[in-house]
Every structure is written in C-alpha cells, then in structure tokens.
Nanobody, 126 residues
Framework: VQLQASGGGMVQAGGSLRLSCAAS????????MGWFRQAPGKEREFVAA????????YYSNSVKGRFAIPRDNAENTVYLQMNSLKTEDTADYYC????????????????????WGQGTLVTVSS
C-alpha cells in the first residue's frame, strides 16, 4: 500500500488548509486511517483517525473542534480539514493506514498503523 500526502503549505494563524492522502495498492475501505504530526524537536503525535466505514472519528484534544477527518472510500482518499489554525499546529503531517483487526484499540498509537505516507509540511505564521 502506498500513501501519498499532499496539501501542506504556509498559512497565517486563523486560516485553513486541507490535506489529502491518496491510497493505492490495497483495499482502502479495509483500513482505519489516521493523521499524525511531528513538530521540530518533538515526538510524533496523534492528530485524528477515522474508522473503516467512517462511522467513528477521533481527535486529539488539541485539534478537537477545529480539524475534521472525512474519507472518501470511492476515491481511496482521506482528508484532514484544518480550520482556525494556530502557530502550534506547525509540523510535518503524516497519514497512516492500519488494517489490524483490533485497530480500534490502537488507533491513537503508531502501533495501530502498518503503512505511512511521506510528510507534508504545514507552517502557520503569526
């Protein structure tokens, strides 16, 4: 499975960006999908996740109410809609796919994901 992330860029605080992650080489609808981010000098952290059927979505406390994670199983794509961006959202953002049967129990952790895309850089200026 290959994941191709795109949509990063530079934006002013308060602005919006939408990241995309296109999957190929697998059966997309069988994967739980997630977004993680890593800021300079910090550990990679969970941002958001969505279940296979899109029935359930999960967010870190730092982005809840500002970010959304829709997915389009027909287009094999997951998105991260980021609104009301803050300077502390600056990071490399990574999409990930997990197909373990117990994914739900690991969705907040890197351990829940088998495939990773390359990072896409988001820079939020004040």
């Amino acid at each position: 499975v290959q994941l191709q992330a795109s949509g990063g860029g530079m934006v002013q605080a308060g602005g919006s960006l939408r990241l995309s992650c296109a999957a190929s080489g697998g059966t997309f609808r069988t994967f739980g999908m997630g977004w993680f981010r890593q800021a300079p000098g910090k550990e990679r952290e969970f941002v958001a996740a969505i279940s296979r059927s899109a029935d359930n979505k999960y967010y870190s406390n730092s982005v809840k109410g500002r970010f959304a994670i829709p997915r389009d199983n027909a287009e094999n794509t997951v998105y991260l809609q980021m609104n009301s961006l803050k300077t502390e959202d600056t990071a490399d953002y990574y999409c990930a796919a997990g197909n373990r049967l117990d994914w739900s129990g690991y969705k907040y952790s890197s351990a829940g994901y088998d495939y990773w895309g390359q990072g896409t850089l988001v820079t939020v200026s004040s």
